[in-house]
């Protein structure tokens, strides 16, 4: 049974307006659809909820995007809590983004968890959805603004729930006259199989622009600005290929381990958990053709394009690691060959990339947080500099930390001497935009679920072929049980990943050392 009720609202169509430096940067507003907003969190006594959900609503709030007489927050868990015990324990966690300097940032807190009501019920329960719908309900009715009563369900729970908790909110809490929208966490299944499934379910219940899959490596500004970047800039245009290009590495790195998320770790591993959506959505922008429009589904016909031009790839593309310490979480089995370090290279076949690795690599535990796109170009032909030595053009988009975008070049060293040496053209961020607050992720994707815009939303068909793509290899890793590399805690991971990297054609700069200058220590 497909939903009866799609949005009444228009999506805002995403706009893209050209700002000149300290120009003003406020000219994309909410479209006032008015009414009234009612935003609830399944799972609101959770990790994620605390952490990031309630967060960027505050962030939101603070910035008048959901303004107190037309908003409420509602809170649904299984845990009995009263609306003082949940406002308590998510005051200490409502601290980021600028404020000015007249505002206090702790009456702005106050102000905010005021929004917020909590209502206890289980998950499978009719009387608690019952009970939720009435409190929205009554709340809508109180509100005396004209429009609709819009209402967004936001799953910060675990995926095991969904099915049930979209069965109860499709039976019970639809809004009766505006849109409804309903945002899921990843991970969206663990191979084809059960993400087809998931899908199966949640589609039976909502329209596919009621559903809201959120990866929120979409909502980063440096990935956010993949899309502007490649395609509003001609001199990228010649260069943007196999012609030019030798390969293309996007690596994540954490300095830490699972923190208390063993359980769910040790079930999924790196590659679900990090590589087969976060680094995937990356080398979508990164590789797509130029959409038609930034219309969501223009964006998304192109990603998807993309990714059926990936080929799948096998165990000899791939090094798996482990680091040393994982299993003495008492969540893990002794005995797991989870990988919580991998690197994967994959092909794409098409006109524009035949030949050009794609390297995705992504560890815990490793020697620093960092997350960058490192674009690395061939050698400069007739090299009358002797270039060589000094390295390759590379292009590095740093999306964390201090976000950064540089071009790795050759130039003159300076002095008498005519000797080159390699340097870099710097956009960091901290130094050129040090006025503007850098949002969050989750703040952004909030703000496109409010506004009706799916472009940094996963589509069906996109995680479908994103698990096409990934569930050969993981499906040989399990039953193969194959052991990953043990790694020392604080390293670079297995030293086998980089002679992968090696062999699928990345040169290292020799003797290159940058520190920008937002990451020396002072
Ligand atoms: N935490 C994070 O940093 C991130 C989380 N995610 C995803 O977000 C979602 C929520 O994550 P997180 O907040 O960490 O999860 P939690 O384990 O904290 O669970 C959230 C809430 O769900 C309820 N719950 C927990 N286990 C069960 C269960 N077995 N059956 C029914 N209800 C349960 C609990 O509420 P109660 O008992 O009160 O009902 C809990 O407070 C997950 O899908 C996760 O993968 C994605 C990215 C990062
Ligand atoms: O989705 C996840 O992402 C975090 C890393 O997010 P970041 O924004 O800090 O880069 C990771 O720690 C976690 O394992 C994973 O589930």
Not at 452 to 477: N, S, V
């Amino acid at each position: 049974m497909a939903s009866e009720e799609t949005s009444k609202v228009e999506a805002v169509a995403p706009s893209l307006e050209c700002v000149t430096p300290g120009g003003d940067t406020s000219s994309n507003p909410i479209k006032d659809e008015g009414g009234s907003l009612a935003i609830v969190v399944l799972g609101a006594s959770g990790d994620l909820a605390k952490k990031k959900t309630f967060p960027a609503l505050f962030a939101l709030f603070k910035q008048n995007y959901i303004p107190s007489e037309s908003t409420k927050l509602f809170g649904y868990a299984r845990s009995k809590l009263t609306d003082e015990d949940l406002q308590d324990r998510l005051r200490g966690y409502l601290t980021g983004g600028k404020t000015d300097e007249k505002t206090d940032p702790a009456q702005l807190a106050n102000d905010f968890v005021k929004l917020i009501t909590y209502t206890s019920g289980g998950y499978d329960e009719d009387a608690g959805f019952q009970k939720l719908d009435k409190l929205v309900e009554d709340w809508e009715k109180q509100t005396a603004h004209e429009g609709p009563h819009r209402r967004l369900f936001y799953m910060a729970l675990p995926p095991s729930v969904y099915p049930l908790v979209a069965k109860m909110v499709r039976k019970h809490c639809m809004a009766k006259e505006g849109w409804t929208r309903v945002v899921i966490e990843k991970p969206f299944g663990k191979d084809l199989e059960s993400a087809e499934k998931l899908s199966g379910e949640l589609g039976e219940l909502f329209t596919e622009d009621q559903l809201y899959r959120i990866d929120h490596y979409l909502g980063k500004e440096i990935v956010q600005n993949l899309l502007v970047m490649r395609f509003a800039n001609r001199f990228l245009v010649p260069l943007w290929n196999a012609e030019h290009i030798s390969n293309v590495q996007i690596v994540f790195k954490e300095p830490f381990g699972t923190e208390g998320r063993g359980g769910y770790f040790d079930e999924f591993g790196i590659i679900r958990d990090i590589i087969q959506n976060h680094l995937m959505q990356v080398l979508c922008l990164v590789a797509m053709e130029k959409p038609v429009s930034l219309d969501p589904e223009d964006v998304r016909d192109e990603k998807v394009k993309v990714l059926k031009s990936i080929g799948v790839p096998t165990l000899a593309d791939c090094v798996l690691g482990q680091y040393e310490g994982y299993t003495d979480d008492d969540t893990v089995p002794d005995d797991s060959h989870t990988p919580t370090f991998a690197t994967i290279v994959l092909r794409i076949n098409n006109e524009r990339w035949d030949g050009v690795p794609f390297i995705l690599r992504a560890g815990k535990c490793l020697d620093q947080r960092k997350a960058e796109v490192r674009i690395q170009f061939k050698d400069t032909p007739g090299d009358i500099f002797k270039c060589k030595k000094q390295g390759r053009n590379e292009l590095v988009l740093r999306l964390q930390p201090a976000e950064a975008i540089y071009l790795k070049m050759t130039v003159k060293q300076p002095g008498l001497e005519m000797q080159a040496s390699q340097s870099e053209l710097d956009l960091s961020y901290r130094d050129r935009y040090a006025e503007i607050n850098i949002p969050e992720a989750y703040e952004r994707l909030l703000l496109d679920v409010i506004r009706g815009d799916q472009q940094h939303f996963l589509r069906r068909d996109e995680l479908k072929r994103a698990w096409e793509i990934f569930t050969p290899i993981l499906h040989k890793i399990d039953e193969e049980k194959k052991k990953p590399t043990l790694y020392k805690q604080g390293g670079r991971g297995p030293p086998e990943s980089d002679e992968l990297i090696g062999a699928y054609g990345f040169q290292r700069t020799s003797g290159y050392v940058w520190v920008p200058p937002q990451l020396q220590k002072k």
